[in-house]
């Protein structure tokens, strides 16, 4: 009878090893897609993260409000250099790649909705807050 047991006990260690061997090989498996999956991921935030810092447009939405600010207090016309100027000295952050392309576009965008008029001053092209009707 002792071996019996034994014998019992050895199929029973058997088949509990060919389930681990099995149970191994499944989370291979998974380790492997993860890895597939995180590098493609890693390959998709770089993408947008590049996208990010490219910012050409109203990155922040305070930005246009800023804006608008400056040329309503503004008493004479004011070049886009002379815009970001006064918005750095009023502490706006102008955390931008390229923030006089920021500025360009903000400041088309609120000359189109007529918040802005485009003038020339000596040659240069500066805008002021539009006159009210």
Same mark, same amino acid.
């Given at each position: 009878m002792p071996v019996n047991i034994w014998?019992?006990? %050895? &199929?029973?260690? !058997? /088949? !509990? %090893?060919? *389930?681990a061997r099995q149970e191994l090989e499944k989370a291979k498996s998974k380790a492997i897609d993860l890895e597939e999956r995180v590098k493609a991921l890693e390959e998709t935030v770089q993408a947008i993260s590049r996208l990010c810092t490219t910012q050409t447009v109203d990155a922040d939405p305070g930005l246009r409000d800023a804006c608008m600010a400056?040329?309503? !207090?503004s008493l004479v016309p004011l070049s886009i250099p002379e815009l970001r100027d006064l918005l750095v000295k009023n502490g706006f952050k102008m955390n931008y790649r390229n923030p006089l392309a920021v500025l360009h576009t903000t400041? &088309?965008? %609120? !000359?189109?909705? /007529?918040?802005?008029?485009? &003038? /020339?001053? *000596? *040659?240069?092209?500066k805008y002021e807050a539009a006159v009210p009707f």
């Open positions: 014998n019992d006990s %050895l &199929k029973q260690a !058997e /088949e !509990e %090893l060919v *389930g400056v040329f309503t !207090e400041v &088309k965008r %609120l !000359e189109k909705s /007529e918040f802005v008029d485009k &003038k /020339e001053v *000596g *040659g240069q092209t």
